[in-house]
Structures are given as C-alpha cells and as structure tokens.
C-alpha cells in the first residue's frame, strides 16, 4: 500500500543521500512496525494495571448496577422505534 506523508525537507534530503533507493520502503516499514509494537505494548500495559487496580474495580462494580436499565430500557425503545440517547438527528435505530 502506499501512503502520504510528510517530512522535514533536511530528514528527506538526509534520507535520500544516504538510504539507497531500494531500500528505503523497506526501512520505514520497520521503523513503524517497531514503534507500533511498542505502542501496543504500552496500551496493553495500561490495560492491565486498570484491571488490577481494585480501587477501580470496586467502583465499577457499583455501577455494574445500572447496566442491566440501560440495556433493557435501549432494548425496548428499538422495539419501539424510538431514538436513542446520543442519537438525535441520525435515523439510526437499533
């Protein structure tokens, strides 16, 4: 696939004298493959300190409480006809 993207002039004047024409595709391939890994890995880490945390999860299981009235008030509004919240303006309906 081939994308646009922009760069300062000196980094691609700096690129092209020294990556050679064949392998510069290549290279920012991985340059990006790596630092996607690495976000990746960051969110992930994020991910599990969340879960771990029990303070948190304590408190979202005390909204755990109000799910089931949104999932079934939103279930009978669709049977309905009815907008949901947040959908005002759209004709989406579930």
């Known amino acids: 696939m081939k994308v646009l ?3 300062p002039g000196s980094l691609y004047s700096r690129m092209m004298a020294t990556i050679p024409p064949r392998q510069r ?3 920012i391939s ?6 996607v890994k690495k976000r990746e890995q960051e ?3 994020a991910a599990l300190a969340v879960e771990e945390d029990e303070e ?7 909204w755990d409480v109000t ?5 079934n008030n939103g279930i009978q509004q669709a049977s309905e006809g009815q907008r949901l919240v947040g959908q005002s303006g759209s004709n989406a309906k579930f």
Not at 56 to 62: H, P, R, S, T, V
Not at 67 to 71: A, E, F, K, R, S
């Open 5 to 7: 993207v922009s760069i």
């Open 25 to 27: 595709s290549k290279l």
């Open 30 to 35: 991985k340059l990006l493959e790596d630092e």
């Open 43 to 45: 969110l992930y880490q």
């Open 56 to 62: 948190l999860g304590a408190e979202m299981k005390d």
């Open 67 to 71: 799910l089931g009235d949104v999932l």
